[in-house]
């Protein structure tokens, strides 16, 4: 019977969703169940029916292979099983294990009884998708729990385990041990008890001052609310819970959650949420290749970056073996490393017994013997290429076969690294973001030689460190930094042209950045930025750039580091003040090239430096360094704080329309003379074939 397996235990029907791997609530299954349903009304011998999951999930909610499709609206939809269900004659309990989250959570609250074990997980978390439940969520969860508890989990979309929940009301019953035996059991209790069914629908909200406690809530989220609309619509319809009849909240929950259904912010979020999904498949690859164990790994150079790139593995468990040149870099690192932990065990994040746990997996060395049991070997010394091929071919020599070599470099050719090797299959690029122990995002750069397996590999292994891989190929700066250098450019120019720096920081902030370029230049070291420039002016002398940026270094003004870059950062502050010496300085620099400084709109400062990152993302599309739009997307997502509810540069672009930004873009190079405004050729190949980036993509 399609998903659901049907079997009769004494007088008990047991319906078991089987719909690998987390019971998405496909049309199949919510056929199946409905009849299930039908099966044991019909059959005289049932008296009650226990609704159970698999190992991994009672249910993790809708079928996310429907998303979009007409399978995820057609009849039976979730309301009406959980209506069929609820009207069921005999009672029907819901035995909750593993994760029970959205429709999944909607479904056992559509059930009479909820028993679950102490670990299940449960929530609601339409919320980071721009949604809300749209089965009746929010008008039971409130009946169930009460209105503050239910607004809670349904604002924050943050899950708990069933143990936390017990207390609020969640479950009739709480049970640790074999969760089906439990439900069998309660079964025939109920039965034969003869205890009436309890619907939730029938419950009614008590809160002894609602209007106060929702307009509280409105304003808490009031800020916010206008680029994310769904926290709003999650208090009315929980306010709906208490102020109308069950049937009148279902239809205002269901009118809000189609209206949302439509916004440009569920949209972007949902595109996230699909496009973290795809980068991580590799085009080409089977998808069944034999990926590689990875149970020690190596680390060589034990600065910013190797000593943040060791703790991903250390707190996971994984024995890191990390190599300096110098004893005293070694115990910097170290050190380095000790200090990050114990801030999170001041924190209360960590307790003093895991910090020693992990520090006892550390392996500092300075011989390169100690890296022979190395099944993954990540370098990460100085951005230099004799450095970097010094490194490799000593691990040539030390690694043993089949070990992983990887490098973290920002800008060098993966390639000509590999070529120093006797194994150019197994070298491949791991471009981590500082700090790395925090940032998500992991670029794996793909070799021309890099083999299937060993990409197969990493990309499977970054899941387990909790990164987010992207696949870059070979090119200065790969995917994210490539585009940054047009963006930054545009910054540079503005500032030319008559903007200050707090005024394109500020104007992109507004527009949902979480840091304008000048405030993140401060953060990374304005002196990085200041070598690329170096480097590119001497590549291409042809490309204009402004010379402020580069006049700021040569003040010493390297960013929060020394104390001062585009802001100043008064006694160790991390929030910078603008700083009228900066102002002074580029209002010399406009007199010395005798421009009269321009009244610059914020929009001109998004369009400018957010097309810009569109531009390079079709170029790179074009070479085919990124596999795919929606990847572009992620890299911004996860690494340079793009706004979530505007979906990652491609997706903006698509949703502006990539016609008006050709022609944005073409007015850009009237104006400017700049030859970057060329709109790329794939712009304006979809501009005129009226498509999109995401709409075309190949290799998902
Ligand atoms: P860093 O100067 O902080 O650290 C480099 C470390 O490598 C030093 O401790 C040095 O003693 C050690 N080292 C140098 N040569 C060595 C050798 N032969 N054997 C062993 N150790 C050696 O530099 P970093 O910022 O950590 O950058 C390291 C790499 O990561 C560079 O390739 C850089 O481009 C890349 N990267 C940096 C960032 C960033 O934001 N800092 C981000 C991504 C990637």
């Known amino acids: ?28 299954l919510r056929s199946s169940l409905v009849n299930g349903i039908d099966r044991a009304i019909a059959d005289s011998r049932v008296r009650a029916v226990v609704l159970v999951g698999n190992d991994r999930a009672f249910s993790g909610g809708a079928d996310i292979r429907e998303f979009g499709t007409p399978l995820a609206l057609a009849e039976p939809s979730l309301r009406t099983v959980i209506c069929e269900i609820e009207a069921c004659r005999k009672p029907v309990i819901a035995a909750v294990g593993g994760l029970c989250l959205g429709g999944g ?61 017990e207390a609020a009301g969640m479950f009739d019953s709480v049970i640790e041990g074999d969760l089906l035996e439990g439900a069998l059991a309660f079964a025939r209790e109920i039965v034969r008890d003869q205890k009436p069914l309890q619907r939730v629908r029938d419950l009614t909200v008590h809160h002894p001052n609602a209007e106060a406690f929702f307009q509280f809530a409105r304003n808490a989220v009031g800020g916010a609310a206008k680029s994310l609309p769904a926290p709003r619509r999650c208090i009315d319809a929980v306010a709906a819970s208490v102020s109308m009849s069950f049937d009148d909240g279902l239809r205002v929950e269901r009118d809000y959650f189609v209206g949302l259904l439509g916004t440009p912010e569920s949209k972007a979020l949902r595109h996230a949420f699909f496009s973290e999904r795809a980068a991580a498949k590799v085009a080409g690859l089977s998808g069944v290749e034999t990926t590689r164990p990875i149970d020690v790994v190596g680390v060589i150079g034990a600065g910013t970056m190797g000593s943040g790139i060791a703790m991903n593995f250390l707190s996971v468990g994984i024995p890191v073996v990390l190599l300096e040149s110098k ?52 370098e990460a010394v100085f951005e230099d290429m004799e450095a970097k091929q010094n490194v490799f071919r000593r691990l040539d020599e030390v690694a043993k076969p089949g070990a992983i070599l990887a490098t973290n470099t920002s800008t060098l050719d993966v390639n000509r690294i590999a070529a120093i090797t006797q194994r150019p299959q197994d070298i491949v690029g791991l471009h981590f973001f500082s700090p790395a122990n925090v940032m998500r995002l992991l670029e794996v750069v793909r070799g021309d030689r890099t083999g299937a397996d060993v990409l197969a590999t990493v990309m499977r292994f970054a899941q387990k460190i909790g990164k987010t891989a992207v696949l870059a190929g070979v090119c200065d700066g790969f995917i994210g930094n490539r585009m940054l250098f047009p963006y930054s450019r545009q910054a540079g120019l503005l500032l030319e042209e008559g903007a200050t720096p707090w005024q394109i920081d500020r104007a992109l902030e507004k527009w949902g950045m979480a840091m304008g370029p000048f405030r993140m230049g401060d953060l990374a070291g304005n002196d990085i930025g200041w070598v ?29 580091k020394t104390g001062a870059g585009w802001y100043t950062y008064e006694g160790g502050r991390r929030n910078g003040k603008p700083d009228p010496a900066v102002d002074d300085m580029i209002v010399s620099h406009r007199n010395t090239l005798g421009i009269s400084a321009r009244r610059v709109s914020d929009k001109e400062i998004v369009e400018r430096c957010i097309y810009a990152l569109v531009n390079e993302g079709a170029r790179i599309l074009e070479d085919g360094i990124a596999q795919r739009a929606s990847d572009i997307d992620v890299v911004y997502l996860s690494g340079y704080g793009f706004p979530r509810q505007r979906g990652g540069p491609m997706f903006y672009a698509d949703e502006v329309g990539l016609y008006g930004i050709a022609r944005t873009m073409d007015r850009f190079a009237r104006e400017s003379g700049d030859p ?13 074939e009226g498509k999109t980036f995401n709409g075309t993509q190949t290799g998902a």
Not at 676 to 688: E, G, H, I, T, Y
């Open 1 to 28: 019977m399609g998903c659901t397996n049907f079997q009769i235990r004494d007088d008990v029907a047991i319906l078991t969703l089987n719909n690998p791997p987390v019971n998405g609530l496909s049309f199949e």
């Open 105 to 165: 959570l909607e479904l056992a609250m559509g059930c009479h009884y909820r028993i679950a074990i102490r670990e299940a997980v449960v929530g609601l978390p339409e919320v980071k998708l721009g949604l809300l439940p749209g089965a009746g969520g929010t008008q039971r969860l409130p009946r169930l729990i009460g209105a503050e508890a239910a607004l809670n989990m349904i604002l924050s979309g943050a899950t708990i385990t069933a143990g936390q929940a």
């Open 327 to 378: 004893q005293e870099m070694l115990e910097h690192g170290t050190a380095r490393i000790r200090g990050n932990y114990e801030n999170l065990v001041r924190k209360g994040m960590l307790s003093k017994m895991d910090l020693d746990a992990r520090m006892a997996l550390l392996r500092p060395t300075l011989a390169y013997g100690d890296l022979g049991e190395a099944d993954l070997i990540i």
């Open 532 to 560: 690329i420039r170096k480097r590119h002016q001497a590549e291409a002398p042809g490309v204009r750039y402004s010379r402020i940026p580069d006049m700021l270094c040569e003040m010493g003004r390297f960013g929060q």
């Open 676 to 688: 970057f405004w060329q709109p790329a050729a794939l712009v304006r190949q979809l501009a005129a």
